[in-house]
């Protein structure tokens, strides 16, 4: 589903779009949904990890494993 999204923004970051449109031959509006895309993407990729937290098995301690003592 496409739905149109009204924003307000500062003059800028409509600055930044204009120019970025003009360089890369992209549409505002296309460039605009590309970052939105790498922003989401980034979230994502940046919280993958965090389902593996606690999950992992060994030594809570990495002190406490054999060639790894404290001194």
């Known amino acids: 589903m496409r739905r149109t999204l009204t924003i307000r923004l500062p003059d800028r970051l409509v600055d930044w779009i204009e120019e970025t449109a ?30 593996l937290a606690g999950r992992i098995k060994g030594a809570r301690d990495l002190s406490s494993r054999k060639g790894f003592a404290k001194k």
């Open 22 to 51: 003009n360089k890369t031959g992209l549409s505002q509006g296309e460039l605009v949904r590309q970052q939105l895309e790498l922003a989401r993407d980034g979230d994502i990729r940046s919280k993958k990890f965090l389902r």
